[in-house]
């Protein structure tokens, strides 16, 4: 079971911060780079937190869209070095396919519906491994 007060959402989406700030830690990256969030979410688990879901996913390539969250949980336990590694991994995949991104072109509109896939895919994780009484 997983405590709310010791979740943390790292996230440079608005609406995934506006929806659930009130309700769980965010830590909000004000830009539309998500090597921001990756890099933030790794610094986390150097402190000791733990990923709840994986940072590469969805169905979308990290070159697709600007917008990511990433779920992680305090711990009291040291490095989760399979955490670290993952997290890296996805780092590194973020850096192969960036060098292809196209995302400065992207309308209005297509960020508005990348930052709803985002939102839908926290959300989905959170109702279904955290209950809303915790």
């Given at each position: ?25 965010i ?21 000791g ?6 940072p590469s ?40 396919f ?13 960020k508005?519906?990348f ?15 955290i209950?809303?009484?915790?």
């Amino acid at each position: 079971m997983y405590r709310r007060a010791l979740i943390l959402i790292t996230t440079n989406n608005e609406k995934v911060s506006n929806k659930f700030g009130n309700d769980y830690s965010i830590d909000f990256i004000e830009s539309e780079d998500m090597m921001q969030v990756l890099t933030k979410s790794r610094d986390y688990i150097h402190s000791g937190y733990k990923l709840l879901t994986h940072p590469s996913s969805g169905s979308l390539k990290p070159n697709q869209t600007p917008y990511k969250s990433i779920i992680l949980y305090k711990t009291e336990e040291s490095i989760d070095f399979e955490n670290l590694n993952l997290i890296e991994n996805s780092i590194e995949i973020f850096k192969k396919f960036n060098k292809d991104a196209q995302i400065g072109t992207l309308t209005e509109k297509i960020k508005n519906d990348f930052q709803t896939v985002d939102l839908s895919l926290i959300e989905g994780c959170l109702n279904k491994y955290i209950p809303i009484y915790l």
